[in-house]
């Protein structure tokens, strides 16, 4: 079940700068011995880049609209929430900061207001 996220265009670029941060953090990260760290790392890396990638793409194009929607699924949810998160913790730029916090605000809400998937 994805989690649709409506992001006006002029946030695109600061999603963009979220993302790129998180990667550059998890890859500077002190690596430990343990496989699971390195597994779990290697999983969230790949999810990154690959939000990074739709990310730039949308803000490639030439005629932008003035919204785009953003599909997510649950777990790249939970790290996209988990880089806002961290760069809400690590920038100083306040104008980036609030677009972050706005965008990290509405996908809480989502991820919070999901369904129970019934077992039968």
Known sequence: MPIKLNI??????TLQDVLAISVDHITHLPKRRDDLDQKNRKIHTSILFGLYKLIYEKNQRLIRPKKYTIELEIHQAIIFLDALIFF???TSDPF???QAE???NKL???LTNLEPVSGQ
Not at 8 to 13: G, L, S
Request: hydrophobic share 20%; glycine share 6%; with cysteine.
């Open 108 to 110: 809480h809400q989502k």
């Open 88 to 90: 809400l913790g690590n």
């Open 8 to 13: 006006p265009e002029n946030k695109m670029q």
């Open 96 to 98: 980036k900061c609030n």
């Open 102 to 104: 706005i965008i990290k």
